[in-house]
């Protein structure tokens, strides 16, 4: 044998070896694991009952008595508006409301004196019931003049109709009165409600994490004037496609990562499905809550989750690479096919078709 031919053999032999490692390399046999399904969301943290405040009226903000930062008990002001009319407005009607109720319930109302000649009346018409009965008597005796006896009886009738005017006149200033002291009442009432207007208040106890205005800016019922939310307890918003949420229920575990916490991997459980899709990004929000919650959280911190869906031991897995077309993988019989079921990022399981003696060829791109 020459040696050229000698070289070429060497060359065949180096070459059929090579791509028998090269074959071997890419083969290899499904294991058992334990597989994890999981779907994949954005993450951001918020506060919880997270609002934005919004001023009923316009005007021009007067001051911020808080700032961003603070701690806010329900029904603290938070933006003041300038509201001089309306409180001018409010100190009349207070005035006004103080007036109808001493004319009703006060020591000189008008009912007091009607009462005094009520009770003047009646004295008067009790003696004039003596006098007049009196000389009935005698003039039944055919004692006295007719004219004593007529002169009697119509004192004691005017008596009688005076008591009854005044007793009308009474009820009739008793409803006068009252009805001006609801009147003035409802006026204050609603004078308040038109102050209070130009003060902004928190709803909840919690923190203020945004002020949107400063005071001499104009304000509108259009534009927010504060981000109130609670000081300690954080939601995890995440939003899922529309081809995962059917998997998505409460109580699932869900394992996120934080952007500002490096690689940690905190876990959470999902509390909230809510039902309406986003039409604009396609996508379903959920809500989860911590199961420990970090040292410091900010409002806004982004990051990444995976929720988990299901989750199976000792199952046979294979790469994802190793899948053809969804369901076939390569074996040294050709391409069979396969039963799929739980997916991880990078496995997938393989409920028939092979099992963990069949060695499987990753798929030439």
């Known amino acids: 044998m020459t040696s050229k031919m000698i070289h070429r053999s060497v060359l065949i032999t180096l070459l059929l070896l090579f791509i028998s490692c090269t074959s071997d390399s890419e083969k290899i046999l499904p294991i058992e694991s334990t597989m994890t399904e999981s779907v994949y969301s954005s993450v951001i943290v918020q506060p ?57 319930e006060g020591s000189a109302a008008v009912l007091s004196s009607i009462q005094d000649e009520i009770s003047a009346v009646k004295l008067s018409l009790k003696s004039d019931s003596i006098n007049y009965f009196r000389q009935k008597n005698l003039w039944e005796q055919q004692i006295g003049s007719k004219i004593d006896f007529d002169n009697r009886k119509l004192t004691y009738e005017l008596s009688q109709n005076k008591l009854l005017l005044l007793q009308n006149k009474y009820k009739r200033t008793k409803n006068e009165l009252e009805t001006q002291l609801r009147q003035a009442e409802n006026n204050f009432k609603t004078s308040q409600i038109a102050s209070k207007d130009f003060t902004v208040t928190s709803k909840i106890n919690g923190k203020v994490y945004a002020l949107f205005k400063n005071p001499g800016e104009i304000v509108t019922i259009m534009d927010p004037l504060a981000t109130i939310g609670s000081k300690n307890v954080f939601v995890v918003e995440m939003l899922i496609d529309e081809v995962d949420i059917v998997k998505i229920k409460k109580g699932q575990k869900a394992l996120i990562t934080l952007d500002a916490y490096d690689s940690k991997v ?38 990444e989750g995976n929720i988990i869906i299901a989750q199976k031991s000792n199952v046979l897995s294979i790469p994802k690479e190793y899948l053809i077309d969804g369901d076939k993988v390569q074996t040294k019989n050709g391409t069979v096919a396969v039963t799929i079921g739980l997916q991880s990022m990078d496995k997938i399981e393989i409920i028939s078709g092979i099992d963990a003696d069949t060695y499987i060829y990753k798929p030439k791109k």
């Open 48 to 104: 919880d009952s997270l609002y934005q405040a919004y001023a009923a009226v316009g005007g021009i903000l007067d001051h911020n008595p808080l700032e961003e930062g603070d701690l806010v008990s329900k029904g603290q002001p938070i933006v003041q508006i300038t509201n001089n009319a309306p409180k001018l407005n409010t100190e009349n009607a207070r005035l006004a409301l103080q007036l109808a109720r001493d004319n009703y």
């Open 266 to 303: 905190l876990e959470t459980t999902i509390s909230k499905i809510y039902p309406s899709k986003d039409q604009r990004s396609q996508t379903f929000k959920i809500e989860a809550i911590f199961k420990e919650i970090p040292e410091v959280l900010y409002p806004g911190l982004a990051g």
